[in-house]
């Protein structure tokens, strides 16, 4: 009986070829590829398939067919053929106020960057070509001296972003051997890097210490032992421990390493005086090392967020880390790449290391990447061309002209009576692991409705637009933080956008 149901239900679906011939999608099967409306037409009767089977199987509709609608099939259908025929990967306008922001591809790059990369993708380059010695050359020659300048490390590798150089770190140091890291700082980050998965994939062996909220340099000295290969500092990129916290310092876990690789030298000094052992080939496969995950990785010191203000490199580096490593595109305002920094002989280690090859960076990664650590030779010129420093520390005033603009754009296309418009005072956040927990003040302009309502809207600007524009939603109204437009055509974009909405609202 249900079954029958069931048969008679989905034999109601519209066949593919009868879909094609509906008007909606008969029309765009003269300009797309006939291919990709096919596909489109399949899947929205899956899409339908799916639905009715659920009802069916919940039981609303189990004494009563399912209704067909064969018209809304054709219309999805329509839509998805559209939607495949556009390039996925396109520009959004960011009005949502989050600089880093890791759905929107993290940092925007400098100008100067972009045309870098440009300059290596449209001919050769020499990627790997020493002109000097006119003989093969090294890619990773390209960004090497400058990360070395920049941070006052001996030595730079950059791979392909900061989760493989975590990974690669802990697969050289730790392989069979012990990491030990504070409980407070397993953290997860955007939802798919782990300390701990990364830890058991890359054949670490994780010693937790300490407690969720407090953990002392004894706690690490007392998990101590033969095998332990690294002391782990993780950034707690996405959030911050307040109140009855305590975590240990790089300088506290630098002295602890320094006093076990001593005892472990005289150790294997006396055994191999006994003769009854031989010495490690490199010291560094017996020593301690300190490494530190610093997650965004800030080059400059930004004074501007007082106590919020990130470590930067140089200072952890000085600390007595013995290894640093952080992103490319978080706070660095570049390109997606993991930057490992530190000794000589360890990041000569790391280079020779087969992982590194399966990671290595693209040439037009490199090219951006080069530019924009070429960018940072002048501080004042990182902060005025790297668009992920300037939009960060952009003040108030900064950004009232801007607000301003797009408040008399929105004013010129929506008369008064179907909405209000006005600029309001509200907070931006860094996003991507940066400065968590600051309150950056903004300005925004805000869109109140008399006609039509702001979810509406923002589903308008987001689903039907060539240039999505992502905006925040307050109570009911829908807002425009200025901090983070990135191109100066955005402001038209946005009131274009909302201009039609309103049309079709009306
Ligand atoms: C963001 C982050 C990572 C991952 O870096 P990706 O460049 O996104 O791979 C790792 N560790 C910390 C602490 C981070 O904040």
């Given at each position: 009986m249900v079954q029958d149901i069931r048969q008679k239900a989905l034999r109601e679906l519209p066949q593919i070829e009868e879909l094609l011939r509906t008007s909606p999608l008969e029309q765009l099967c003269d300009a797309l590829p006939r291919a990709m409306a096919v596909q489109a037409a399949r899947d929205a009767v899956d899409?339908?398939?799916q639905e009715m089977l659920s009802l069916l199987e919940h039981g609303k509709n189990g004494a009563c067919p399912v209704q067909v609608d064969s018209e809304a099939i054709a219309l999805r259908a329509a839509r998805l053929a559209l939607a495949a025929a556009r390039p996925s990967l396109r520009r959004v306008v960011n009005a949502a106020g989050v600089v880093i922001h890791t759905n929107l591809g993290r940092s925007v790059m400098a100008p100067?960057?972009?045309?870098?990369?440009?300059?290596?993708?449209?001919?050769?380059?020499?990627?790997?070509?020493?002109?000097e010695r006119m003989a093969r050359g090294s890619r990773n020659d390209h960004c090497?001296?400058?990360l070395c300048l920049l941070t006052g490390a001996q030595a730079a590798l950059a791979v392909n972003n900061n989760a493989a150089a975590v990974m690669l770190v802990l697969s050289e140091f730790s392989k069979r051997r012990q990491t030990i890291v504070s409980r407070g700082q397993l953290v997860e980050i955007g939802g798919s890097f782990r300390i701990p998965d990364i830890m058991e994939l890359s054949g670490a062996h994780m010693v937790e210490v300490g407690t969720t909220n407090k953990t002392h340099v004894n706690d690490f000295k007392q998990a101590l032992t033969d095998q332990t290969a690294l002391l782990l500092k993780v950034h707690p990129s996405n959030y911050r421990m307040t109140g009855f916290t305590e975590s240990v310092s790089v300088k506290e876990l630098k002295a602890l390493a320094d006093k076990e690789n001593r005892y472990r030298a005289e150790r294997e000094l006396a055994d191999s005086a006994k003769q009854d052992q031989r010495p490690w080939k490199h010291a560094a496969s017996r020593d301690v090392l300190v490494y530190e995950d610093q997650g965004s990785g800030s080059l400059l010191h930004l004074s501007c967020f007082n106590d919020y203000a990130e470590p930067t490199v140089h200072e952890s580096l000085r600390?007595?880390?013995?290894?640093v490593s952080f992103?490319?595109?978080?706070?660095l305002g570049g390109p997606q790449a993991g930057i490992i920094v530190g000794r000589k002989d360890l990041i000569d280690r790391l280079k020779a290391n087969p992982l590194s090859r399966a990671l290595r960076l693209d040439k037009m990664t490199l090219a951006a990447l080069e530019e924009t650590l070429r960018l940072y030779l002048s501080p004042e010129r990182a902060l005025r061309e790297i668009p992920t420093l300037a939009m960060l520390t952009a003040t108030v005033n900064d950004l009232r002209p801007k607000a301003e603009q797009l408040l008399a754009a929105l004013q010129a296309v929506v008369p008064s009576k179907i909405c209000s418009v006005d600029i309001v005072e509200e907070v931006s956040r860094a996003?991507?692991?940066?400065?968590?927990?600051?309150?950056?003040?903004?300005l925004a302009v805000r869109i109140s409705f008399i006609v039509g309502n702001a979810l509406d809207c923002e589903r308008a600007l987001i689903q039907q637009r060539q240039t999505p524009i992502i905006g925040r939603i307050k109570k009911d109204s829908l807002l425009f933080d200025v901090r983070t437009l990135a191109q100066p055509d955005e402001i038209d974009l946005i009131a274009k956008a909302v201009a039609e909405y309103f049309e079709k609202a009306a």
């Open positions: 899409e339908a398939r100067s960057a972009v045309e870098a990369a440009r300059r290596v993708a449209e001919g050769y380059s020499t990627l790997e070509y020493d002109t090497e001296r400058l600390e007595g880390c013995d290894l992103s490319g595109d978080k706070i996003g991507g692991g940066a400065l968590p927990m600051c309150d950056i003040p903004t």
